[in-house]
T-cell receptor, first 116, second 115 residues
Framework: DTEVTQTPKHLVMGMTNKKSLKCEQH?????MYWYKQKAKKPPELMFV???????INESVPSRFSPECPNSSLLNLHLHALQPEDSALYLC???????????????FGPGTRLLVL | GESVGLHLPTLSVQEGDNSIINCAYS??????FIWYKQESGKGPQFIID?????DKRQGQRVTVLLNKTVKHLSLQIAATQPGDSAVYFC??????????????FGKGTRLSVIA
């Protein structure tokens, strides 16, 4: 099973709203990722968690707040977003960050976010 | 900084023909590469990978070729089908000087299959 699930599939929110994106995997992976993807662009790395600890933050604005409650779950809390934050948000997981093949990432279907 | 790049951003292929999608990488230390397929409205899907100690790896209808001399990676799709229409990304692993780093993604090539 190489499935990563994400909810919701679609989300529309106003600039004053607070919402959360959820990601789950049951592959026993210990690295989880959040990416932002704009149309016709490659995924842009936002955050990486390794063994439930934040390992990489790619200078993401504080209006995006990640959380890793346990090894299977990854959340992205959204607050006071801007219209330019509208994008496809992808979650991925990999065995870990230790070595080559173990870094192979498996992606979820994404959450399509629209900020009005 | 060094990054993975692509020669062709778009590729149109007749159904039944073979497709070749290219990727140039600039870091000679990269030791592992993956091809992903992303269909419209979906997340990237793993297709095939290759380690730097190999030149060629075959899967079902797909072959990845690695030319370390010119730092070039290609994905060959045999008998291209309409379902192959998607954006294809290459990703590389650059061994870090310290710490652990995730894969680095290239810019992507859109493959359009003409029926």
């Amino acid at each position: 099973d190489t499935e990563v699930t994400q909810t919701p599939k679609h989300l529309v929110m106003g600039m004053t709203n607070k919402k959360s994106l959820k990601c789950e995997q049951h592959m026993g992976h210990r690295a989880m990722y959040w990416y932002k993807q704009k149309a016709k662009k490659p995924p842009e790395l936002m955050f990486v968690y390794s063994y439930e600890k934040l390992s990489i933050n790619e200078s993401v604005p504080s209006r995006f707040s990640p959380e890793c409650p346990n090894s299977s779950l990854l959340n992205l809390h959204l607050h006071a977003l801007q219209p330019e934050d509208s994008a496809l948000y992808l979650c991925a997981s990999s065995q870990d960050l230790q070595d080559r093949g173990r870094k192979t990432q498996y992606f979820g279907p994404g959450t399509r976010l629209l900020v009005l | 900084g060094e990054s993975v790049g692509l020669h062709l951003p778009t590729l149109s292929v007749q159904e039944g023909d073979n497709s070749i999608i290219n990727c140039a990488y600039s870091n000679s230390a990269s030791d592992y590469f993956i091809w992903y397929k992303q269909e419209s409205g979906k997340g990237p899907q793993f297709i095939i990978d290759i380690r730097s100690n190999m030149d060629k790896r075959q899967g079902q209808r797909v072959t990845v070729l690695l030319n370390k001399t010119v730092k070039h990676l290609s994905l060959q799709i045999a008998a291209t089908q309409p379902g192959d229409s998607a954006v294809y990304f290459c990703a590389e692993n650059i061994p870090p000087r310290s710490g652990n780093t995730p894969l680095v993604f290239g810019k992507g090539t859109r493959l359009s299959v003409i029926a």
